[in-house]
């Protein structure tokens, strides 16, 4: 049994501090994305309790999400994708001497829109919960196809959804690898012993997120960063006031965008920015405080909008998430629409804890901004093999298996060839959650449904809907393909005219 005031205890509340500390770090660093950084923390956590374990996690995306905008505002270089927006309209602040001012800004924007994503996940998530419980087997297996497809065509290059497809795709096969989950029949392990419990998700994300970042990286030309002077560092109250409008506006664009899956805090960042430049009739460009607050308001409040369908769904709309659901899973604790029957409690007590890290982000955010500066003069010749080391230790430390080791490694080398072919990562990621829901539940549906005809199957509503919302989906992506298609072959026989 968990409740809203366990979060509120002295362990919790230590490893909140802890995970937001090492977050905001971890996301201020430049090149260290946020899934890699959860990916490597998360696997702290496993020799935790639960309830540690899970404000470990919230107060790590927490900081994380906020600590991007600390070298995009300082140094001219985003921590994390996230922070691009904030890049572009605080750095001309800091050029101008308000750096100071316009990263206390950022984190008290950020301050305000945590609050708002946990109230819109505090008041939606029970209500989608109870919807949620009405889904059989058929409409899990349908949903969770879905969400993978869906994932796809938002995290596909513009040219081509097909590319974000296949790359879910290839994790919903990794998925599958390791004994069947009815009948424990054994696929794809090749007589290798041990892949018949499945290929390790951490491991995985690891390789992909972590190694494959550290060699494209490794390709580039090292070069030094120097912050410039911050000036004083204070928040700027009285514009928040001011622009309470683009704050509440942004608040709900990053909340609403956070649930889609693949979309999340950049896609709510960018859309927020632009709403706010064409609102005010600015060009955030050239540095203005009203950017700061509309990109820093979206970019945590998307935390409670991803949270919503994992929580409701068990759908994980980012890498991250997925993060998440995988170590509570080690736990013991499935994030999803029964979560509430097998972990009483639980649901009201990650709310706490997501207050509890909102807190800690905001104290730190203060508390840790000089000692970062000095970390971001550090060249990526010194960071990437220590980086290195941590991914071996992380893959190494979910189960002591040298196996693992290896296993982040081949998945670095996969996923460094799939970005530089422009394949995206993020599906794979969401089908190797999503896999697991789809197989075990396509297996149910088909024992329940032995004797049914296909007519009677397409006469449950719910996943009639789901269904053509797949087909609706698919067409979409090879619509827009077409036209992609059709515009490139244009464009061409208009340079050759």
Known sequence: MFSFFDAFSASPILFSVLGASAGIIWGAMPGLSM???????????YGMDIQSAAAFLMGIYTGATFGGAISAVLINIPGTPDSVPIQLCGYPLTKQG??????????????????????????????????????????????????????????????????GWISGWIGLAIAMVGLEPI???????????????GVAFIPVLIGLFGIAEVMRIAGQNSQNTEARPTGRIWPRFDLLRRYYKSAL?????????????????????????EMGQRASGKQFHKGSMEGVICTGTSDNAAIGGSLLPALALGIPSSAAIAVVMAALAYHGV????????????????????????????????????????????????????????????????????????????????????????????????????LGKIADENLRKSAIIFSENTISQLLSRPIGLIILLLIVATIIYGIVDMLKATGHSAQDAADLNA
Request: hydrophobic letters at 60%.
């Open 98 to 163: 308000r750096g100071g001012e316009a990263i206390a800004t950022a984190i008290f924007a950020s301050f305000i829109g945590n609050w708002a994503g946990i109230l819109a996940l505090a008041l939606i998530a029970p209500l989608l919960i109870v919807f949620a419980l009405n889904f059989g087997a058929w409409e899990q297996f349908l949903l969770a196809l879905w969400g993978i497809l869906l994932a796809g065509s938002i995290s596909g290059e513009s040219s081509s959804m097909v590319k």
């Open 183 to 197: 009948l424990g029949y054994p696929r794809l392990v090749f007589d290798v012993p041990e892949l018949r419990g």
């Open 35 to 45: 899934t890699m950084g959860m990916a490597l923390l998360a696997t702290f956590s």
């Open 334 to 433: 499935v994030i999803g629409p029964s979560l509430e029957q097998s972990q009483p409690g639980f649901l009201v007590f990650l709310f706490g804890t997501l207050i509890v890290a909102n807190l800690a982000m905001y104290v730190l955010g203060f508390a840790l901004l000089k000692p970062i500066i000095r970390l971001l003069a550090m060249p990526p010749a010194l960071l990437m093999p220590m980086v290195t080391m941590l991914c071996m230790i992380g893959a190494y430390s979910v189960q002591l298996s040298v196996f693992d080791m290896w296993v982040a490694v081949a998945f670095g080398i996969f996923g460094y060839l799939l970005v530089h072919y422009d394949f995206p990562l993020a599906p794979m990621v969401f089908a190797l959650i």
């Open 249 to 273: 506006r942004s608040s709900a664009i990053g909340t609403v965008v956070g649930v889609i899956p693949g979309g999340g805090a950049p896609m709510a960042n960018f859309l927020s920015y």
